[in-house]
C-alpha cells in the first residue's frame, strides 16, 4: 500500500488562495503536513489557511508577490526562522495576460515570465538550501500543456511554462543525490478562475480535441501532486506529467 502521510513535514504552496493550488493546500494539510499558504492578498490566502485550521488541520498564511526576488528571500528566511526547514515546495501562482504577438506588451510579457517562471527560481534558490541539509525535498512545478504545444495569443505564458519544465530538468539533476526530487505537472484545460472567461461556445470547441470530452477539474489534478510530494515518489524526479484528459496524447 501507498502511504502518502506528511506528518511532521512543512509545506509551502504558492497560489494557495483559490483553484489547483487551493486544492494543493487542503489536500497536504488534511495528510498531515503544515501548510503555508502563498498568494499575493494575506486576505484570500489566510481565508484558505483559515478554513484548514477550523478543520483540524495545521496552516498559515504569507502574503507573498512570487513575482518579486525581495519578497520571495525575505518570505523564505522568516520562514526558516519559524521552521526547521521546509519539506515541500509546490510552485503553482500563475497568471495569463493574453495576445497575440503583434499585440503582446512587453510589460505583460515581463509580468507574465516573472509570475510564472522566475518565481519558481526564487522560491527554489531560497528553500534548496534547507532541503539538501535534511537530505529530503519535494518540489513540484506547475507548468502547462501550453508549455508543450504552444497557443494561439499565449506566447509569454507558454514560454514561461516551457521555461518551467527546463528548469525542473536541471533543478531536478542538480540535486538528486541529496534526496530531493523535482518534477513538472502540465494540466491541459482546467475549470478555474483562469478558465472562467471561456464561454460555453469555446468549451464546446476545446472539448471536442479532449478525448475525455471535458475540461478538468481541480480535483482531476490533486492527487498528482499530492504523490509526487509524497516519500512514495522518491525515486522520480526530472519528469513532466501530462493530465489533460488525452489532448496531448
Ligand atoms: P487561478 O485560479 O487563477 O489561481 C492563481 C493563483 O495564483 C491564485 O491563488 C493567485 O492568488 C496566485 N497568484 C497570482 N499571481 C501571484 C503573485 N504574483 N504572487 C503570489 N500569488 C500569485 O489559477 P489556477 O487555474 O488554479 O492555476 C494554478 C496554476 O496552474 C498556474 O500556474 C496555472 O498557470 C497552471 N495551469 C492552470 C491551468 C488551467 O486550465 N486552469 C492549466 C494549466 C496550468 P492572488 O491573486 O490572491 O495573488
Known sequence: MVELTFTGRVAVVTGASRGIGE??????????????????????????SDEIIASGGSAEAMAVDVSN???????????LERHPAVDVLVNNAGIIKDAILLRMAYEDWDEVIRTNLSSCFFWLKNLLRSMTQRRWGRIVNMSSVVGKIGNFGQ????????GIIGLTKSAAKEVASRGICVNAIAPGFINTDMTAKLDQKAIDDLSKFIPMKRLGSVEDVVPLVIFLCSEAAKYITGQVFTVDGGMTM
Open 155 to 162: 506566447a509569454n505564458y507558454a514560454a514561461a511554462k516551457a
Open 69 to 79: 526576488s525581495t519578497e520571495v528571500e525575505k518570505a523564505c528566511s522568516a520562514l
Open 23 to 48: 486544492g494543493v493546500a487542503r489536500a497536504l494539510a488534511r495528510d498531515g503536513a503544515h501548510v503555508v499558504c502563498v498568494s499575493r492578498s494575506k486576505e484570500s490566502c489566510s481565508r484558505v
